[in-house]
């Protein structure tokens, strides 16, 4: 006889994504219209559908520790299209600080290097500059050493020219006003959830 395993359903683990919300995933329907707009689907472990399905259904070890989470490109297609206005992108980024903050060890380790790297350059300037940003995720990602290794930095440097002669990115960080208040807003926004 095959082997059963039974899986018990956290039903707080809803109220605990909510909190970093609130997401409002209770009113979805299962239509898959989320799904059906993701560019990204295609390389995802659990569709978007799915996720907000498991999330109500108290799944939490699956959730924390499946590849969407980091596959999600946070273009908020998912979001614009759900009929019960469902904010999926951001139930996305919930999740993805829940595992981080769980101590869940990523499947995509290069993803979260850029989620890291992208956060803390917002937080030094306020905004993104470009260059320090790619530098350190290259440093930091290992794929500065990989993509030596493997011949493919060149690519890449001719690509950056290429990019820099049609004016694509910057050479020095621009000001911006308001840096203090960024700093403030993600103060808050990580405040006892978050080692970012
Ligand atoms: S589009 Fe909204 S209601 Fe439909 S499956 Fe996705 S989250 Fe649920
Ligand atoms: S925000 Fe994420 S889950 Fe939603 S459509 Fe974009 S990539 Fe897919």
Redesign the pocket.
Do not use: E, G, L, V
């Given at each position: 006889m095959p082997e059963t395993t039974t899986i018990y359903p956290d039903y707080q683990f809803i109220q605990e994504i909510e909190s970093y919300g609130p997401f409002g995933?209770e009113?979805?329907?299962?239509?898959?219209?989320?799904?059906?707009g993701c560019p990204v689907a295609f390389a995802m472990d659990l569709l978007?559908?799915q996720i907000?399905?498991m999330a109500l259904l108290g799944q939490r070890d699956t959730l924390l520790s499946c590849n969407s989470i980091w596959i999600c490109i946070a273009c908020e297609t998912?979001t614009t299209?759900?009929?019960?206005?469902?904010k999926?992108a951001e139930l996305m980024d919930g999740l993805k600080e829940m595992a981080i903050q769980a101590g869940i060890p990523c499947p995509q380790p290069q993803i979260r290097t850029l989620h890291e790297t992208f956060l803390e350059n917002v937080r030094k300037r306020g905004r993104v500059f470009e260059l320090s940003f790619i530098r350190n995720y290259m440093f930091e990602s290992g794929e500065l050493r990989r993509k030596w290794n493997d011949g493919e930095l060149s690519y890449d440097l001719k690509l950056g020219l290429k990019m820099a002669a049609k004016g694509r990115y910057l050479f020095r960080p621009s000001k911006i006003d308001g840096q203090e208040e960024i700093r403030e807003m993600l103060a808050y926004a990580f405040a006892g959830k978050s080692k970012l």
């Open positions: 995933a009113a979805c329907f299962q239509c898959r219209k989320c799904t059906n978007p559908d907000i399905r998912c299209r759900c009929p019960n206005k469902i999926i």
